[in-house]
Structure formats: C-alpha cells, structure tokens
C-alpha cells in the first residue's frame, strides 16, 4: 500500500550527481515552458521529437533509475492508451456546404469519387456477439491520436522533472523573480511565492491522505461488485469529502501552528542554498534553449 511514496510524482527528491539540479531554476521554468507552449498548433513532428528530447534529457539527466523507472513507464503506456484511443474513436466530418448551383451541372470524375484519406482500414471489427463495423483510421484521427499521446507525455514528464529536481524554495524564487516586474503594479509577489511554496509543500500530504483512505477500504474488504453501482458511487463520493476534510483540516492545522510560533514573511531569497556553480553549463542551456525555439520557428509550424 505504500506505492504512492515510491512514485515520486511532484516532490523534490535529493540528492547529487545530476547535472538537471545544477541548472538555474529560471532556466528550469523556462525549458519548462517551452515543453508546454511549443506544441501549440505545432505539426505532429515536432511533438514526437520534444517527446524524444524529453527521453534524452531522462536518460541522460544523471538521476538515479529508481527514481524515474516507475513513473516513466507508466507514463508512456497511459499515454499510448490515450493516443490509440483518440485514434480509434470517429473523428465527425465537416457538414456538407450548400451548392450554389445545380447538382446537374456538378460531375465528378471516378477518381475523384474513389478519393479518401484513409491510413488503416480493418473490419468489421467483432467483440464476441457485438460487431463494431469497420475500424477507420484516417489522416486527421491519426493526428488527433499523435497530439493526444504527445501532448499528456510532455505535459507531464516535463513537469515532472522540474520539481524532481528544483527545491520548492528556488522554484518560488525563480517564479518571484519572474513576477519582479510587476510588482509595481500591485501585484502581492511574496504573497503568491508563499501561497506557491505551501502548495507545493502540502503535495506529500494530500497523496499521505489518500493513501490512508485507500489503506481503510482494502483492510475492510470492500467488494464493489456486491454493494451495486449506486452504493460504490455513494462510498467514492464519501471517500472524496473525507480527502476534503482531511485535507483541509491539515491546512488548518498547519495555519495554527504558524502563528502559534510567530510566523512571519520571509523571501525565497533567504530560503535558498548557496550560489549556483558551473557557469557553462548555464550558458550552454540558455543556448540549447535559444536554439530549441529557433527550430520550433523554422520547422515546427503545421
């Protein structure tokens, strides 16, 4: 029952020995950036090759395998699931425009008529007694399918790796440092860094929650089956109030004990470690950073 704490999904783990901890935080969020705004009305190569430049980075980064072995994996197959599924599923076609002239005066040649945008086409497709028709899989539900896949791969690994490798204490000062310039308008900065780093520190006991409500329901031996679709409805929706309440009952635990101890503002800046090293490594990232958006310039678009 302790899988959720061997999945390192979201949490800072320490350690050394890799080269992704090195690197600024305001160089992590901005790769981190590019990952997420680049595919947008990108053509399906450039999303599969930000998926194998997220692969690179993975194997290459210098963090342990135990680490990324379950998340990685994991990830791709849900990710596949998905991009099949898009794939698979009908896509609509476009509604037929009206004619502005007679259907008399329209002829189409034979190979006109026999033209489709067809990839892959088996069928009819048959689950037991239930036959599902043919299995149509075209130009455009192969695209939908590669920006499905590619899209929740990149979304999610690239996330992943900026918070399996950033502090929460330098990940709010690179964001502090970000919102700086507006901060003359008004803008609470340290309030929201603050409001970020309790967010990120409460992410073990939000999964801590749910494990423990998971824990509760296997050791009663709760079948399912037996209590009927409305009761297992009832029973998850219960389950959901109790990882509210709970949840929302540390927080205010954690509120008291704040002010209980005479909490007070203090910037990310004081909270971080000592100075960052290995400056060509730095500029070697901004660098490939600059140049992975000149590519997605050049040779990205649809």
Known sequence: MDWLRQIPIGQYVDGSGSWLRLLDPRLKLAWTLAFLLTPILAG????????????????????????????????????????????????????????????????????????????????????????????????????????????????IHSANLLLLTTPPEELVWGLSW??????PLGVPVERLGFTLLLSLRFLPLVQEEFQNLLRSVATRSVNMRRLGWQASLGLVLALGERLLANVLLRAEQGAEALLARGGRWITPAQLLRSGRSAPLLQWLSGLGLILLLSLRWRYGAL
């Not at 990685?72 to 004619?99: C, D, I, K, Y």
């Not at 970000?178 to 901060?183: D, F, K, Q, S, T």
Request: glycine share 10%.
């Open 178 to 183: 970000c919102l700086a310039p507006l901060a």
């Open 44 to 155: 399906p190569w450039w999303r599969l090759a930000l998926v194998g430049a997220l692969l690179l980075i993975t194997a290459s980064s210098g963090l342990p395998w135990r680490l990324w072995r379950r998340t990685l994996p994991l990830l791709l197959v849900l990710s596949l699931l998905v991009g099949g599924l898009a794939t698979t599923l009908p896509t609509g076609g476009v509604p037929p425009a009206a004619l502005t002239r007679p259907p008399q005066e329209l002829v189409l040649s034979p190979q006109q008529q026999g033209v489709r945008w067809e990839v892959l086409r088996l069928g009819p497709v048959n689950l037991g007694p239930v036959p599902l028709g043919p299995l149509v899989i075209t130009r455009r539900s192969a695209a939908l399918g590669v920006n499905s896949a590619t899209l929740l791969f990149t979304v």
